[in-house]
């Protein structure tokens, strides 16, 4: 690998790492998934977009991070108040969010920001790009690892912990486990909305079809993370997640100087998803298990064992 | 204390699985009172903890806690007032997060969930010396996940969470029934120790008629919704558990 994929994937998976610490406010403190993440991936880069081309850098993170903020408190509405079910809150959420990013975009389906100055190239001289850019990457996802960090060991963090961890138990602990919902969901998406406005900036341009499966990508950073580090602390968690992230974009770079054709990733993502998701039930005997407790196998008539 | 006026709970309202889980309940208990109660299955026993406690939302009737009403009250919004414990062991506490961790979360009852540290060093010292009453040795392990402790000493962590800020009402809910009987006792003697020195009103649901009669000053029992029988002090020392057993059948 020459050191230019070495540096880009590290790029990559510093910014694709606040991503996943989105997903993991979702997936892993509240214990749902969180389908919104495709869309407000897109939203924040279509801001990043719009806001570089039009008006001031120095917005672009901040309104990126409360157009997904948005975008989650609408799936947090659609469930909460309208009790639709979450998974189908955040696919219409999702769903109706592609007609909002390219009303966000003018129109357009993609954005070139080549012409602008983006917030990689405000340090630095041309020769090394690459370097500052990691190095102005590391800045970020170190202060939202550390504002995520502090907020969930925080009286309100604690709630949100416990929400998703025993919903009744906070519910009779006087916790508004709607309003931790709703703001656990809209932090989450602010997230991921902020990774996509830092991508946009990275590689100068803005897709609308660049947030589709992003909620793959992110699982499987936490996933990963969580077998390189096991965390005990939210500390550990996080930084988990990062480390995942990174792991992730290296298997990937790894993959394709091997000769798989990009555009099997996403194959690949879920592939590694799947893995890892099964890993518990194939430990446990889960598979066979369950067929046994289902009343079929051995014993049934439409299942036969393998001999 | 508490007052519940003609109470009323139908499910399934107009179907034909209509079922009247709570048909005219009325209950009042005084400041400081402990009050069992029994009851088949089916008796209505959980749906008016249910209502008392804010899960469900009665279709007739009043509940006052303490002068104010709180029948349409939120249930997060009561739990301020209400400190429960429920049969399950794992349904009081939060697995994946710590035993101080749980215990903050309980402690900030009634306060603001805002953004200080959810874990101050007073705190730590006030966990420690409230933990050390259980007698289990759990203020040494402040830092373990609540998934590690056992059913017994996860439930002695809800009681001591229900009543750690001192609420106006404590539901327990067969808060024994899923733990084998020495752990049970064990347990059982913490709530009437925590109740008499805190002197907190207190309903427990149990199947237990021993501990009906035992624990308390007065028995309720429960059957088809309405209360069939309510038996103070005096009155209730002549009863036998037999003679509840033989009450309960009819």
């Known amino acids: 690998m020459s050191s230019y994929v070495i540096l880009g994937a590290l790029a990559l998976g510093l910014i694709y790492g606040i991503l996943s610490l989105g997903i993991y406010i979702s997936f892993r403190i509240l214990n749902i998934p969180d389908m919104t993440v495709d869309g407000s991936f897109v939203t924040g880069a279509a801001i990043s977009a719009v806001v570089t081309t039009h008006y001031s850098l120095i917005l672009v993170i901040p309104l990126a991070f409360l157009g997904g903020c948005l975008a989650g408190s609408i799936t947090a509405f659609l469930h909460i108040k309208l009790k639709i079910q979450l998974l189908l809150s955040g696919i219409l959420t999702l769903s109706a969010l592609y007609s909002v990013n390219i009303r966000i975009m003018e129109g357009k389906p993609n954005i070139p920001v080549l012409q602008q100055t983006t917030i990689f190239e405000l340090w630095g001289s041309a020769e090394s790009q690459q370097s500052t850019s990691i190095a102005v990457l590391g800045v970020l996802l170190a202060v939202m690892f550390c504002l995520l960090c502090f907020f969930l060991n925080t009286k309100l963090g604690l709630s949100l912990r416990a929400t998703g961890n025993n919903e009744q138990m906070a519910r009779a602990l006087g916790v508004d486990t709607n309003m931790t919902k709703w703001l656990g969901l809209a932090i989450s998406n602010g997230f991921v909305a902020l990774s996509g406005a830092v991508l946009v900036q990275y590689q100068s341009f803005a897709d609308i079809s660049m947030g589709t499966g992003v909620i793959v990508t992110g699982l499987a950073s936490v996933i990963i993370g969580e077998v390189i580090l096991s965390g005990s602390t939210i500390f550990r968690g996080l930084l988990a997640v990062v480390l995942g992230s990174v792991a992730y974009r290296y298997i990937i770079a790894g993959a394709i100087q091997i000769g798989m054709p990009p555009t099997d990733l996403k194959l690949m993502s879920s592939l590694i998803v799947i893995i890892a998701l099964s890993m518990s039930l194939l430990h446990s005997g889960g598979i066979r298990g369950r067929r046994r407790r289902s009343g079929l196998g051995r014993n049934g008539t439409d299942f036969t064992p393998p001999q | ?250």
């Open chain 2, 1 to 250: 204390m508490l007052e519940v006026r003609k109470l009323k709970k139908i499910f399934a309202k107009k179907s034909f699985n209509e079922k009247i889980a709570l048909a005219n309940i009325d209950l009042h208990l005084g400041s400081g009172e402990f009050v069992t109660v029994v009851g088949g299955n089916g008796s209505g026993k959980s749906t008016l903890f249910n209502c008392i406690a804010g899960v469900e939302t009665p279709d007739e009737g009043r509940i006052v806690l303490d002068g104010r009403d709180i029948t349409y009250l939120a249930e997060h919004q009561r739990a301020v007032y209400i400190g429960r414990v429920f049969q399950d062991p794992l349904k009081g506490t939060a697995y994946d997060m710590t035993i101080e961790e749980n215990l903050s979360l309980a402690y900030s009852k009634g306060g603001r969930r805002g953004l200080s540290r959810a874990i101050t060093k007073a705190d730590i010292r006030k966990f420690q010396e409230r933990l050390s009453t259980l007698n289990l040795d759990l203020e040494k392990r402040l830092k373990q996940k609540v998934g590690l402790l056992s059913g017994g000493q996860r439930q002695a962590l809800t009681l001591l969470m229900a009543t750690l800020v001192k609420p106006k009402l404590l539901l327990l809910d067969e808060h024994t029934a899923a733990l084998d009987p020495s752990t049970a006792k064990l347990v059982m003697s913490l709530t009437a120790k925590v109740v008499n020195e805190e002197n907190i009103s207190t309903i427990m649901i149990t199947h237990n008629l021993r501990d009906a009669l035992e624990f308390g000053s007065r028995t309720v029992m429960l059957s088809s919704g309405r209360i069939t029988m309510d038996i103070h002090e005096r009155e209730r020392q002549l009863v036998t558990t037999d003679k509840l057993f033989e009450q309960l059948e009819q």
